[in-house]
């Protein structure tokens, strides 16, 4: 059910991924999948575009596109949702720029790091200081310190911008980790923005409790999610901000227009489609990442077997620790030497030597020859 897109259409479909690098160069770096859509995604679009559909979306709050996560999120998540608290917004990013402009308490922002790079700016954006709740890149395991957490909040800090499941950890967050954030966040009167883009993307059957899903959080907490990384729709521009309080919702609809348009009507279209009718797709999709994921736990261990990598739990994003090969920046070694494009671990943790984020959603002899370029490249001093 996953086609694998060829060099040629990938060029041609993939205009970042593909067109940012040179033709002799393999990309691995940005988090787009080089497989072709799921079919009823492309169906619809194709209905859509024929029918004119090329004009302003609907405007407001629930409609077909909440209705149809609102299922999704029953069947996928066991979350129930209620579809008119459903809002959409163009893409992840920005419904996290809306939430805390919005909804969230004056004050700093937390934000675990290594994080989403985009995201390491955007509580200056919002002119808000950022926290930074920095994970030892020695643990065994990435894990939130609710101790430091509740430090920054003592600090001046009064949001916590989650990531769930984590992008580039690889983590999915238990119910009891997250009970555990609900607690810090109330004791010190917190909020949460909770970015669950790579929501339907766990894999070895791991489950992914929303944090709207843990009692005691509608009163301080939103959640941003989309179809756009589970189906690789991202240049479609549609995203949902997710509450389960009126008064939270109630003052995310009656925000200014300026604060939060230009959704795409496609968007719209293509992500019902993905939330009504991609469900089998998506099982096909998560089975591939964990094929991928054990691949390259096997790539490693022949190519470069002093690589560190924690257990990729979640996303097609792997964090790799390659400090044992003495480079600061082997993603621009990797990228010299070898002619593969990775991305560099300092655009998510400022000032950590040694780390790449590898995406890993191609083809296993794609996947096969990355990893292959990559170690010729940093094995050498």
């Not at 919002?126 to 643990?139: N, T």
């Not at 430090?151 to 238990?174: E, K």
């Not at 009718?277 to 002093?306: F, I, K, M, N, S």
Request: hydrophobic residues 45%.
């Amino acid at each position: 059910m996953i086609r694998d897109l060829s060099d040629a259409e990938a060029r041609a479909a993939l205009v970042c991924k593909w067109g940012e690098v040179d033709a002799d160069v393999l990309p691995a770096w940005v988090a787009e999948m080089d497989y072709a859509p799921a079919p009823p995604i492309t169906e619809r679009l194709q209905r859509a575009v024929a029918a004119g559909m090329t004009g302003y979306p609907r405007l407001g709050r629930g409609g077909e596109l909440g209705r149809a996560y609102a299922g999704f999120a029953a069947r996928q998540f066991d979350h129930e949702v209620d579809p008119e608290q459903v809002v959409p917004t163009v893409d992840v990013t920005a419904g996290v720029r809306i939430a805390l402009e919005v909804l969230a308490p004056p004050g700093g922002v937390v934000f675990p790091v290594p994080g989403y790079s985009p995201q390491l700016e955007i509580a200056a954006i919002a002119g808000r200081r950022r926290h930074d709740l920095v994970v030892d890149p020695d643990a065994e395991r990435a894990e939130l310190d609710l101790d430091r957490l509740g430090a920054h909040f003592r600090d001046g800090a009064r949001v916590l911008l989650l990531t769930q499941p984590h992008n580039p950890w690889g983590r999915v967050f238990t119910r009891a980790e997250l009970e555990g954030v609900r607690d810090v966040c109330r004791r010190h009167g917190a909020f949460v923005v909770s970015d669950e883009i790579h929501a339907p993307l766990t894999l070895d059957g791991r489950e992914h409790v929303p944090y709207l899903a843990v009692d005691g959080t509608a009163d301080h907490a939103v959640a941003v999610v989309a179809a756009s990384k589970a189906f690789n729709i991202a240049g479609l521009k549609c995203a949902q901000l997710v509450t389960a309080s009126p008064d939270l919702h109630r003052r995310l609809v009656e925000a200014p227009m300026a604060r939060n348009d230009s959704w795409s009507v496609l968007g719209v279209e293509a992500s019902v489609a993905a939330y009504d009718e991609g469900d089998a797709w998506l099982d096909a999709l998560r089975a591939r990442l964990t094929a991928q994921r054990d691949l390259l736990l096997d790539l490693l261990a022949e190519h470069l077997p002093a690589a560190r990598m924690r257990p990729l739990e979640a996303t097609y994003l792997a964090w790799l620790d390659l400090r044992a090969y003495g480079h600061d920046d082997p993603a621009a070694v990797a990228l010299e030497r070898g002619r593969v494009r990775v991305a560099p671990g300092h655009d998510y943790h400022p000032g950590l030597p040694g780390h790449v984020r590898l995406n890993i959603a191609t083809s296993p002899e794609r996947l096969t020859e990355v990893v292959r370029r990559l170690a010729g490249a940093v094995s050498r001093p």
